[in-house]
């Protein structure tokens, strides 16, 4: 008699790491504020980053400040589709940015994707900024 034990560990990228009810942890992760009140340079950058970052831009709105793009999940070991929604909004004093994304109907989780999102935005104003 034998018995085979086995055990796999599997990495999922899709993993929940907030609940769904959490909408403040979502917005947090998909959200950043930023010191300037020009919406067109914030708008103008946010376009140009999802470009450098490989999404193809279907459809702008300057006016009511949302973008949407396609682009690719590069998180696994295939590149999936992913739908992305961006809307640039004023704030009183600053301009509040944020990023939904999903795979065909499910909500993008991927931490270090929009945290990269969000450094290769902040360098894009930087560097506008600075008209460098």
Known sequence: MSIFLSSCVSI?????????????????????????????????????????????????????????????????????????VVSVIKDKDKMVVRISSSLSINPFRSSIYYQDFFKKLSQSLFLDSNGI
């Open 12 to 84: 999922d990228y899709q993993r929940s790491f907030f609940d769904p009810g959490d909408i403040e942890e979502r917005r947090y992760l998909q959200s950043r504020t930023f010191d300037t009140t020009d919406s067109s340079k914030v708008f103008r950058s946010t376009v140009a980053t999802l470009q450098d970052t490989g999404h193809t831009i279907i459809k702008t709105d300057k006016k009511l400040g949302l973008i949407t793009a396609r682009g690719s999940s590069k998180t696994k070991s295939e590149e999936d589709d992913l739908d992305v």
